[in-house]
């Protein structure tokens, strides 16, 4: 690559550059910028003739960014938030002029009871901002968020490098959803009864403990997993035609139970709790539209926390 001029380049390359690396594709990234999509190829081949690097290369329907594009996308994304503060007014920051996609990393019970009304504050607030919820792998993490792939995750809590940060969201108490029905569960459940019952475990792994299980671990006792599903929906209907009981967090419970006429009933060990916690990346500690994005996620679960009721 040939040492280039700050003044003879585009800086809407650029633009561009973060819009297809974010829809992943010409397309999806000519609509997002109201532009032809000849267009978008035209700014792609310049931007391959200045870094000489294809910096995007096609891998099924998708376009799937090389190592350059990779290295170059934190700091292009920083300097074009940047210049977007730098021409609102005074420099503040106003989020109805941002344009962006958000990538999240979300457990599935958080998309069920905090996302909705952080979803409605988005909408009212910043109305050309979209949204994109994801799994990440915890073992990925670091590396997601580093890259830039993911602004933020929610998840449970654990140790973090110097180069992550971490924000406690809520401790949730576990509860316990059992049929109608059930032979051996009343409208009380004690800590025999429960452990002597089988139990569904909601996990994308094949093995391993749900958090659960590590409280009951601590106290030294052991419950029998029959079923691991996926999806904590399935799991409830699971419930609803079986004697298996399912433990998760109470707000989820509620949230899930309008579907079926299940039993929620507290957790039998009083010291059992899921805390979650929000991670992203430190060079993004001072980023005004992370920080934003940051602020609506702690206040839609502050706000899903008032209204959420107790079992």
Known sequence: MHPVHLSRVDLNL??????????GGVTPASRRLNLSQPAISHALTRLREMFDDPLF??????????????????????????LETTFAP????????????????????????????????????????????IKVD??????????????????????????????ALTVRRFAVVARRG?????PDLDLDTYLAQGHILVSARRKGLGLEDYALHGAGLERRIKVRSRHFFAACHM????????????????????GTD?????????????????????????????????????AAVETFERVARPV
């Not at 329907?61 to 350059?68: E, F, I, K, L, N």
């Not at 419930?239 to 309008?258: F, H, I, M, R």
Request: hydrophobic share 50%; glycine share 4%; charged share 15%.
């Open 182 to 186: 059930h032979p051996a569960v009343g």
């Open 14 to 23: 650029f633009v561009i550059f973060d819009a297809i690396f974010t829809e």
């Open 262 to 298: 299940n039993q929620i009933l507290p957790f039998p060990l009083d010291t059992a709790s899921s805390g979650m916690h929000l991670y992203w990346h430190a060079r993004t500690d001072d980023d005004p539209a992370n920080a934003w994005l940051r602020s609506q996620l702690l």
């Open 138 to 167: 915890r073992g990925q993490m670091k590396s997601e968020l580093a890259t830039g792939s993911v602004d933020a995750v929610v998840d449970i809590w654990r140790p973090v490098s110097g180069d992550l940060r971490s924000a």
């Open 90 to 133: 005074n420099g503040a920051f106003d989020p109805s002029m941002l344009a962006t996609t958000f990538v999240l990393g979300l457990p599935e019970p958080f998309e069920a009871t905090a996302m909705p009304i952080f979803l409605a504050r988005v909408a009212h607030l910043a109305p050309a901002v979209d949204v994109v919820m």
């Open 239 to 258: 419930v609803a035609a079986t004697d298996y009981l399912l433990t998760l967090t109470e707000q989820y419970a509620q949230v899930l139970n309008a």
């Open 57 to 82: 290369v096609r891998r099924g329907q998708a376009m799937v960014p090389t190592q350059r594009a990779r290295q170059m996308v934190e700091s292009v994304r920083a300097a074009l938030q940047r």
